[in-house]
């Protein structure tokens, strides 16, 4: 793909948003096709608690126009365990149920590990080795959402860089921001939206994550964001997947839409 800043919510099922976001009624069927029609991307949760037929993943892939992209939360068997580096198993039957079948709109895998997850070098090192990068020619894109203080380390970050694997930047929320690149795309995950605000963010407050996704995409760092590690050298340009998730969730699409406004600009 080409630089790209792709922005979207967390699944596209949720009660509240009829109504709110999808117009009143539109078939429950029709939801995937309506908001892929008005978002760039959607992070999928659905992943996370059960594997999917690739039937499924075809369904989506048709639902949705040309250039949308789908992230792929990871199965929780694979990150909710006591050491990471048997995961392997899981990965394989994971990556093996299907998701090619979504073609070019498979977007980067985000593999979220639970808040009590504490950071075990040697454990996570052999992790980041299982992840391939690559599954029948096609090239995978992986990122690591950790969720605890004990993450904030260099070798951390040492080591998603050898590896190419992105760590989620976990924005306005109580987890750790770690803003290190270290992958050529950035997946930042957005949990700050607020009841009282039609656009779950102020105004102001939108326009200072475009500009930092626009900074992010032209290959460079916003500079006010905590990073761990010393940083690389700027890049040509780099893909940004941005997610409105949680918080105020039901303000999330107003929220998602009002970002890509801004960008279009």
């Not at 090619?100 to 992790?127: T, Y």
């Not at 951390?156 to 989620?168: E, K, N, S, T, Y």
């Not at 009841?195 to 963010?201: H, V």
């Amino acid at each position: 793909m080409s630089a790209n800043v792709r922005v979207g919510i967390g699944g596209w099922t949720y009660e509240p948003w009829r109504g709110s976001f999808y117009p009143p009624g539109l078939a429950h069927k029709r939801e995937l096709e309506y908001a892929s029609g008005k978002l760039t991307s959607i992070e999928v949760n659905g992943t996370f608690y059960g594997l999917q037929k690739p039937d499924v993943f075809r369904r989506w892939r048709d639902e949705t126009p040309p250039g949308f992209v789908f992230a792929l939360k990871a199965p929780r068997y694979a990150t909710h365990r006591r050491a990471l580096s048997g995961a392997g198993p899981m990965i394989e039957q994971f990556l093996g149920s299907g998701v090619l079948e979504l073609k070019e709109k498979l977007g980067p895998i985000n593999w979220q590990l639970p808040p009590s997850a504490q950071f075990d070098p040697s454990d996570f090192q052999a992790f980041l080795a299982l992840l391939p990068r690559s599954l029948e020619g096609r090239t995978l894109r992986h990122a690591v959402e950790v969720r605890h203080d004990s993450f904030r380390a260099e070798d951390l970050v040492d080591m998603a860089r050898h590896h190419g694997v992105a760590i989620v930047v976990a924005a306005d929320s109580r987890h750790p921001q770690i803003a290190d690149v270290t992958a050529p795309f950035v997946y930042v995950r957005l949990m700050g939206t607020q009841p009282g605000e039609p656009l779950g963010y102020p105004p102001a407050a939108l326009d200072l994550w475009a500009q930092r996704a626009q900074c992010w995409a032209a290959g460079g760092t916003p500079e006010e964001l905590e990073t761990i590690a010393p940083a690389q050298g700027a890049q040509a340009h780099r893909d940004v997947y941005l997610y409105v998730i949680s918080g105020h969730k039901v303000a999330n699409p107003a929220a998602a839409q009002a970002l890509i406004q801004r960008l279009v600009k």
